[in-house]
């Protein structure tokens, strides 16, 4: 547990509030949107599939758009995509690859770590034409859209393999708030809730009130024994298996790298060591566009907080610093983390009984 937790560090966490620093009116629209005088919405997600309404039926909807999302008939699918039919560990959705062919760049992609604004910047390098993909733009830049093979994505023919990364305590708490919480701005649950397989807070809430939920959660992944069965949850190193360990294990890439403190910093890095700089004329603009800091310049306002630093306040209680840590030890060890040290303290007894 060394060096001190800085500040720009959220900088990606959308699970921490975009407006817990401000007081929250209650609900007028019988949605959980709050009434004149609210602050800002609590996460800056843009809404996609789910119905724009809140409560469980939005949740109900949204698990059914998944499910249709999941079924794609097998002779749609190529190569190493048609064998995940035939029983291979991971299923096509979670093998979360997309590639800049010109440059033979292969990224692995992990729910919760800019996921959405580089499959953006991918889709656009790659030059996705349209306006669909933007709502869901991973699978646009996949082998199987790009009509490269899978299995010829080697090495050997010269391709190159990176992912990016973030501290376990930050990813999980941006995973809770964005996909457990409601919007305060609008009802909405991102996902419709169907990423959270958990309670989902459907009304907006104090801090105190986020915080003893958040504590809640971890109190219940630690009876389990483990994060949530989703790929937003999983520890990093799944993500990295599922996306096929032979060619992304963190000894053998050609880049990683973190965002916790500057996004756009390690996509450059990436790109300056892979070649993708000089294989596209445009790749510096765009990510100028799509990870300024400059909020209303980015062509995605999805999974971007407006807070500073929260990690200090959901992680109060050293016990949940502790227990979060434990569920993610793979990550920390396999990636060479250390736990961020942080303003945690020994709660009181009722507070540690909370988290156990």
């Not at 993909?133 to 393999?161: C, R």
Request: aromatic share 10%; net charge positive.
């Amino acid at each position: 547990m060394l060096a001190a937790w800085r500040a720009g560090s959220l900088l990606q966490v959308v699970g921490a509030a975009l407006a817990l620093s401000g007081p929250r009116a209650e609900s007028q629209d019988g949605l959980g949107a709050p009434g004149p005088g609210a602050g800002p919405p609590l996460y800056g997600w843009t809404p996609g599939d789910e119905l724009r309404a809140g409560g469980p039926e939005q949740a109900s909807g949204a698990h059914s758009l998944a499910s249709r999302a999941r079924e794609v008939p097998a002779g749609r699918l190529m190569g190493d995509e048609r064998k995940a039919k035939g029983g291979q560990r991971f299923a096509a959705h979670l093998r979360a690859r997309i590639l800049l062919p010109k440059a033979k760049l292969a990224f692995c992609y992990m729910p919760k770590v800019a996921s959405t604004e580089i499959a953006r910047l991918f889709g656009d390098l790659n030059g996705v034409s349209g306006d669909a993909w933007k709502q869901a733009p991973w699978d646009y830049s996949g082998p199987a859209k790009l009509h490269v093979n899978w299995d010829s994505v080697t090495k050997e023919n010269g391709w190159k393999f990176a992912f990016l990364y973030r501290d376990p305590l930050a990813r999980y708490l941006s995973a809770f708030g964005s996909k457990c919480m409601v919007n305060a701005n609008n009802g909405v649950v991102e996902g419709g809730g169907k990423d959270c397989l958990g309670t989902i807070h459907w009304a907006a809430m104090t801090m105190e009130g986020m915080v003893e939920a958040f504590e809640d959660r971890v109190r219940a992944d630690a009876l389990k024994g483990t994060s949530a069965n989703n790929s937003h949850w999983f520890p990093m190193i799944k993500n990295l298996r599922a996306c096929g360990i032979d060619r992304f294990h963190p000894d053998i890439v050609d880049f990683k790298g973190s965002i916790d403190e500057d996004a756009g910093v390690q996509v450059r890095r990436m790109f300056e060591a892979t070649g993708v700089l000089e294989a596209y004329p445009n790749a510096s603009a765009l990510i100028d566009t799509y990870f300024t800091h400059d909020v209303s310049a980015r062509k995605s306002s999805q999974h971007w907080s407006h807070s500073h630093n929260r990690l200090d306040e959901f992680y109060r209680n050293a016990s949940t610093v502790q227990v979060v840590a434990q569920l993610y030890d793979e990550d920390y060890k396999r990636l060479g983390l250390q736990v961020p040290r942080l303003k945690s303290t020994h709660v009181p007894v009722s507070y540690r009984d909370r988290i156990g």
